[in-house]
């Protein structure tokens, strides 16, 4: 069983750039696609940006293109989220998702999540 842990929430202003991380426990780690999640308060959770196992095919929610960069260093069991020019509609609880498959969809494995709130 793959444990996630994520870090890198804290409070940011609007326009500022963060970076989250999401270690995985196991070796196999590089087998799984990875991918984040978030759900705001009150909203159900949505997703982010999926990653595959070689970290060659990334895919991104329209709402973050241009703005977040999905990588992972499978030497490292982590992956990442590189996020700028945050608004305030990005706060959110971030969870890290891995899954058996080419993409992140439903999630075979989760994190307990990491907060992310953006001020005005």
């Known amino acids: 069983q793959v444990q996630l842990i994520e870090s890198g929430g804290r409070l940011v202003q609007a326009g500022d750039s963060l970076r989250l991380s999401c270690t995985g426990s196991?070796?196999?780690?590089?087998?799984?696609?990875m991918g984040w999640f978030r759900q705001a308060p009150g909203k159900e959770r949505e997703f982010v940006a999926t990653i595959d196992w070689t970290g060659g095919d990334v895919d991104y929610a329209d709402s973050v293109k241009g703005r977040f960069t999905i990588t992972r260093d499978n030497a490292g069991h982590t992956m990442y989220l590189q996020m700028t020019n945050l608004k305030p509609e990005d706060t959110g609880l971030y969870y890290c998702?891995?899954?058996?498959?080419?993409?992140?969809?439903?999630?075979?494995?989760w994190g307990q999540g990491t907060q992310v709130t953006v001020s005005s």
């Open positions: 998702a891995a899954e058996l498959g080419p993409k992140v969809t439903k999630g075979d494995y």
């Open positions: 196991e070796d196999t780690f590089s087998w799984y696609a």
